[in-house]
């Protein structure tokens, strides 16, 4: 499966901005998702993922309450709503994509994802 994300930019601190990832070549409703960031200097760390059917989600404890991850599966599209928009959040933020047979798991470790897109550019000015 080939994935696609877009909708970064340049936003103020306070302000939203949601991601989306495409995915193509593939059963979108057979794979789990994740969203994944990298701050300059630091590793790539766990943001948000979501299960098959959308009815399960896991959030980093860092964007808990202000971001939002949901999933079309007619439209091969998972979203990132980000709200309340912090400095720290700066980051290169990255789809993921793993195949799975349960319908309510979600994966947060980076090694469970087998996909990824080719990231999109999020930068929080103050």
């Known amino acids: 499966v080939q994935l696609q994300a877009s909708g970064g930019g340049l936003v103020q601190a306070g302000g939203s901005l949601r991601l989306s990832c495409a995915a193509s070549g593939g059963t979108f409703s057979t794979y789990a998702m994740g969203w994944f960031r990298q701050a300059p200097g630091n590793e790539r760390e766990f943001v948000a993922a979501?299960?098959?059917?959308?009815?399960?989600?896991y959030y980093a404890d860092s964007v808990k309450g202000r971001f939002t991850i949901s999933r079309d599966n007619a439209k091969n599209t998972v979203y990132l709503q980000m709200n309340s928009l912090k400095i720290e959040d700066t980051a290169v933020y990255y789809c993921a994509a793993t195949y799975s047979t349960y319908y309510s798991t979600v994966y947060y470790r980076e090694s469970q994802y087998d996909y990824w897109g080719q990231g999109t550019q999020v930068t929080v000015s103050s």
């Open positions: 979501i299960s098959l059917s959308g009815g399960s989600t």
